[in-house]
């Protein structure tokens, strides 16, 4: 009779892991779309930036090759033509707005996850 009484909790946790495995399934598919989404805009933007600052490289590059062949170049235009420039009213904004629209995103994604995780834990109830 113990033997029985033992099989029958053995069926029930396994049923209960099943169950407590199948709901991490369902939480973690949501994590893993959001890692996926913020990997790949990383990979866009990551090579949008090197592919544009590579063709202001190379047309520089050219410049100051044509210029030294002309005999025009001397240290204060190669200076002029290889110095960063100073960020402009965009670059001001840009970095004004970006972290509010970090901070923006990151609270809807985590609204957006305490209500998913809500509704999974009425689901399983």
């Not at 169950?19 to 990979?43: P, R, T, Y």
């Not at 933007?45 to 544009?52: G, M, R, Y």
């Not at 044509?66 to 204060?76: A, F, M, P, Q």
């Not at 609204?111 to 509704?119: C, G, P, R, V």
């Amino acid at each position: 009779m113990k033997r029985t009484e033992l099989e029958k909790k053995a069926e029930e946790l396994e049923q209960t892991l099943g169950m407590q495995l199948s709901l991490v399934k369902k939480g973690s598919e949501g994590f893993a779309k959001i890692g996926g989404g913020i990997l790949l805009g990383g990979i866009v933007a990551f090579s949008a930036v090197k592919l544009l600052s590579r063709k202001k490289n190379n047309k520089t590059d050219k410049v100051l090759k044509t210029l030294e062949k002309e005999g025009l170049l001397d240290d204060e235009i190669k200076h002029k033509l290889t110095q960063k420039s100073q960020p402009g009213f965009m670059g001001r904004l840009s970095a004004i707005l970006l972290p509010i629209a970090i901070n923006y995103g990151k609270n809807r994604l985590f609204n957006k996850l305490n209500k998913s995780d809500d509704s999974i834990e009425k689901n399983a109830k």
